[in-house]
């Protein structure tokens, strides 16, 4: 066993990394789907979207073969629409909301209408807002992901001058560096984001991190307001004996690299263990399939009626031939060489509830040992809790404390997103953008 890139031919990657979900092969497809919809009052899909979205009038837009209408009622509630056309998990969200599910019939398709509607709107580079006249108002957005590019998106059309830092090389945040290939390409992610700066009176100034080439305190004396987006991104520790073996890998770190890299630069083992449950751990597991690897193991502390993935994700996994094994927590990693070569899981049963109001995890005593060369972490991220800390910033274990969603306790600094909650779907970032933009009007006295 070995870790090694360029597993597999160029021919074989572009397969495996093609697109999971393809777009309508034409119009009269789009427009058969299009016209299912029953146009529902009050309709159910609109209220589970963090963005309500009117997807009852993008989709009559459709049928009426108004495209640019429809991207515009998307564009109007998430300017992320889209990306999360692409990654939302819309089988817990709008589809899954779906009054055909009652029916037992398949729901509308309505991710697949909204990227009807939307990547044309971005390939074509639709102009589909105005901007309004500067009103000499200046904000900061610390950030350049969905939640601080929505705010910046809102702000700026409503005529205030908008400086977003970014710490990247390249805007989208997790977009860009942290989601499967399969689902958003690198480049789809460049164009969405100059889809979304080419409104005008955005600038995006790259390679700037919070905490080195600036301060928030530098921020506070050149700008009328500050938002911060930063999310989250430092993996949680197992904290168990081995972890540093060479072998032992983060997700975040290992999805990174697929997405900057180029999948034939990427090293992955021959027999992979990723630790952990969640979204990031299915796109890690079906990755690590996809760039070689012969056998990948996913191991969770609970029961599959546990899992933070969703169901579709799961499947995902299973059909790219992952093994899950439940019931399993991390005890030790054994290595050879200072390179790891297995893993030492204790059995566990479930108790009473926790913290988390999911049923604790109890080791029976008994272990068992599944032989790797590579074994990726997916336990989850922790907030910039130094960070935030050292910039002054009130907050909870990392986690940014907000009063009505969005204002800090520092007057005039607002804040959204993953560096709020914690870690949620796009989605939702773009709705704390959009909730932190109108607590800047009002700060500003503009509403």
């Known amino acids: 066993m070995s870790i090694k890139n360029n597993r597999l031919t160029n021919e074989q990657y572009d397969e495996n990394f093609s697109d999971i979900h393809p777009p309508f092969e034409n119009k009269e497809a789009a427009l058969v789907e299009a016209n299912r919809c029953l146009f529902c009052y009050d309709a159910p899909c609109t ?6 979205i009117n997807v009852p009038k993008f989709i009559k837009q459709i049928t009426t073969e108004n495209i640019k209408g429809s991207a515009l009622t998307i564009f109007n509630a998430n300017i992320f629409g889209g990306g999360c056309s692409r990654v939302c998990p819309v089988e817990k969200l709008c589809e899954g909301s779906c009054v055909y599910n009652l029916l037992h019939e398949a729901p509308i398709p309505i991710a697949k209408l909204q990227r009807y509607s939307t990547e044309k709107a971005i390939q074509d580079k639709w102009k589909l807002f105005e901007r309004k006249p500067s009103n000499g108002k200046r904000v900061a957005v610390v950030g350049a992901g969905p939640a601080g590019l ?9 005529g205030i001058d908008v400086t977003v830092f970014e710490k990247e090389s390249k805007g989208g945040g997790l977009m860009t560096y942290g989601i499967a290939a399969y689902k958003v390409t690198p480049a789809f992610c460049q164009d969405e984001v100059d889809f979304i700066t080419s409104l005008g009176g955005i600038e ?4 700037h991190e919070l905490g080195k080439q600036f301060s928030l305190q530098d921020l506070q004396r050149d700008f009328d307001a500050v938002y911060l987006g930063i999310g989250v991104g430092l993996a949680n520790k197992l904290s168990i004996p081995g972890e540093e073996l060479q072998g032992v890998e983060d997700a975040i770190r290992f999805i990174y690299d697929i997405r900057t890299r180029g999948y034939g630069n990427v090293p992955v083992g021959d027999k992979v263990i990723v630790i952990g449950m ?8 079906t990755q690590a399939k996809r760039l070689g690897a012969s056998e990948v193991t996913m191991v969770y502390r609970r029961s599959e009626a546990e899992k933070n993935c969703t169901q579709v994700e799961l499947d995902i996994a299973k059909l790219d031939g992952c093994k899950m094994v439940w019931l399993a927590a991390p005890k030790e990693v054994l290595g050879e060489e200072g390179k790891a070569k297995a893993l030492v899981c204790d059995i566990m049963k479930l108790g009473a509830p926790d913290y988390s109001g999911k049923p604790s ?9 599944i032989e790797a060369d590579m074994i990726i972490k997916a336990t989850g991220q922790r907030p910039f809790e130094d960070l935030v800390g050292q910039n002054q910033i009130e907050h909870n274990r990392g986690k940014i404390i907000v009063r009505d969603k969005v204002s800090t306790t520092i007057k005039g600094v607002f804040a959204g997103g993953d560096c709020v909650n914690g870690g949620k779907e796009v989605v939702d970032a773009v709705q704390a953008g959009k909730e932190g933009a109108e607590a800047i009007f009002s700060y500003l006295g503009l509403q």
């Open 47 to 52: 209220k589970s979207c963090p963005t309500s």
């Open 150 to 158: 929505s705010c910046a998106h809102v702000l700026s059309r409503e």
């Open 204 to 207: 995006i100034k790259y390679d």
């Open 278 to 285: 969640g979204m990031t751990a299915i796109d890690a597991a």
């Open 361 to 369: 995890p109890i080791p029976t005593g008994e272990t068992i040992t």
